[in-house]
């Protein structure tokens, strides 16, 4: 019997060594595979360089790229409020006429603040002009009056408002211009 729990029990240190064996085998197999995947200093600089270069395009790419697309919207915004301003025009003007109908001209000056709401959500700025002085970017100039009480190039008279949305004119103003 003693023969028989001495037999046993080697076999199961047997089977214990083996079991230590395998684990220090995969251990060393790691260690193996660290060494072997160790890239040299001047790859490895030269990677993270190559890296950061390429992150940096792709930060630049994605800024040109939200530019464009502000452009764009706002090129496409101008292109359709730029059609749309003679209504606008025509509104101003209806709520100029004299009425008896009281109710329709509230009506009418209500479409009209409405259509300025709709407008300045956008970002789209009506361009001073009365009163001030002339400047060939924002305004057009359609006739000159000679008035020795108004500064020189000042504007006294708008014959059509102009509009702008950031610094992008969608249509200059048509004034009259002093002196």
Known sequence: MKEEE??????????????????????????????KEMVPKE????????FKRILAEFENFKKRSKKERESLYNSILS?????ILPVLDNLENAVKVET???AYKQGIELVLKQFNDVLKSKGIE?????GETFDPELHEAVRSV?????GEKEIVEVYRKGYKIGSKVIRHSMVAVAN
């Open 100 to 102: 008896q109908d009281e």
């Open 79 to 83: 292109d359709v409020v730029e059609v």
């Open 6 to 35: 001495t037999k046993n029990e080697n076999k199961e240190n047997e089977k214990v060594e083996k079991k230590e064996e395998q684990k220090q085998e995969k251990v060393d197999a790691k260690e193996n595979k660290k060494e």
């Open 146 to 150: 000679q008035d020795e009480t108004k």
């Open 43 to 50: 790859d490895y600089d030269a990677l993270d360089d190559h």
């Open 126 to 130: 009506e361009i001073e002009a009365l």
